[in-house]
T-cell receptor, first 114, second 116 residues
């Protein structure tokens, strides 16, 4: 079984400041890793994913994340946030060849202030 | 719009009533997933179809819940004898299926259920 922990339920930050949203996971098998964003009253949108290869992955809207296998982490970063980045962010994992379900963390609400 | 659609977007019902939600996946996607998201939590997997076959079911899917995908296209999720604890956002997602081990899941906007 897999589990995902997002250490911060809310992250307030000023516009144009950098931000890091933390994600740690637990799994007995190798997993794919994802970050999704959810704007109010909308479905989930994929920000970025780690499948294999380079541990630094870049996604949409200027976000990037780094996979750290030894620390079982996949933290999301953005060097300069915008008001429009205010949303809920979810980290998720899916095992390689063992089912198709995504296991999500509890989410982090990013609140960007002017 | 060629994305995943869900209907209705909002449903308010009284405890004990039955409700049914519909999901229309992206047309060429043969895999379809249902998730439930309660307030302040991440989505939790409920069930998954490949074409018309229901291949995985979560323990969260009690016997009051039933999902179908009769023709391998749209899917319905029915909840019988609703309880207040069923209040949640019900999300549908779809993906391609095939030899590739990874296929991105595309999510619909969800159906928000409120049980009074």
């Amino acid at each position: 079984a897999q589990s995902v922990t997002q250490l911060d339920s809310q992250v307030p930050v000023f516009e144009e400041a950098p931000v890091e949203l933390r994600c740690n996971y637990s799994s007995s098998v190798s997993v794919y890793l994802f970050w999704y964003v959810q704007y109010p009253n909308q479905g989930l949108q994929l920000l970025l994913k780690y499948l294999s290869g380079s541990t630094l992955v870049k996604g949409i809207n200027g976000f990037e994340a780094e996979f750290n296998k030894s620390q079982t982490s996949f933290h999301l970063r953005k060097p300069s946030v915008h008001i429009s980045d205010t949303a809920e962010y979810f980290c998720a994992v899916r095992p390689f060849n063992a089912g198709n379900m995504l296991t999500f963390g509890g989410g982090t609400r990013l609140m960007v202030k002017p | 719009d060629t994305g995943v659609s869900q209907d209705p977007r909002h449903k308010i019902t009284k405890r004990g009533q039955n409700v049914t939600f519909r999901c229309d996946p992206i047309s060429e996607h043969n895999r379809l997933y249902w998730y439930r998201q309660t307030l302040g939590q991440g989505p939790e997997f409920l069930t998954y179809f490949q074409n018309e076959a229901q291949l995985e079911k979560s323990r969260l899917l009690s016997d009051r819940f039933s999902a179908e995908r009769p023709k391998g296209s749209f899917s319905t999720l029915e909840i019988q004898r609703t309880e207040q604890g069923d209040s949640a956002m019900y999300l549908c997602a779809s993906s391609l299926g095939g030899l590739s081990s990874y296929n991105e899941q595309f999510f619909g906007p969800g159906t928000r259920l409120t049980v009074l």
